[in-house]
């Protein structure tokens, strides 16, 4: 590793604190987990996904998708329906409350990525999306 190197895993570790610092303050506030958060979001884009779609996703358990489902749906954040092609499948929707924990969510953090970025052209911030994909292939 060559002291750029070591810097530059420096910045990025300086940057992913700070950023969970600030998530973790959101999440708070809205009583979440970062699960939680990663379901709402998740069921947001997939709107009536199953929880298997979640499993794969979240790379976890059936089990533990269906209990992370269940308690979300305890704080009235998701509701389920059965499928109507296979009874024992069941879609999963936000509910008027998680919509609008999740758009809370979204706004903040479009704005903190907004100021974290403000000093990059445009052209700059296409690079740096792509430099980060490559990076996140490495892991």
Do not use: P, W
Request: glycine share 4%; net charge positive; hydrophobic share 40%.
């Amino acid at each position: 590793m060559t002291d750029r190197d070591f810097l530059i895993e420096r910045n990025i570790l300086k940057i992913g604190n700070h950023l969970l610092n600030v998530r973790s303050e959101d999440l708070k506030e809205f009583d979440l987990t970062s699960t939680q958060s990663e379901t709402l979001l998740f069921f947001d884009k997939h709107s009536g996904a199953m929880i298997y779609d979640l499993k794969n996703h979240m790379k976890i358990s059936h089990q533990a998708a269906r209990n992370i489902v269940e308690r979300m749906k305890e704080k009235g954040l998701l509701y389920v329906e059965v499928s109507d092609t296979d009874a024992r499948a069941k879609k999963v929707y936000l509910s008027e409350k998680g919509m609008k924990i999740c758009i809370k969510l979204k706004k903040r953090g479009t704005d903190v990525g907004s100021n974290l970025l403000r000093a990059l052209r445009e052209e700059e911030k296409q690079e740096l999306a792509l430099l980060l994909e490559k990076i996140i292939k490495n892991l």
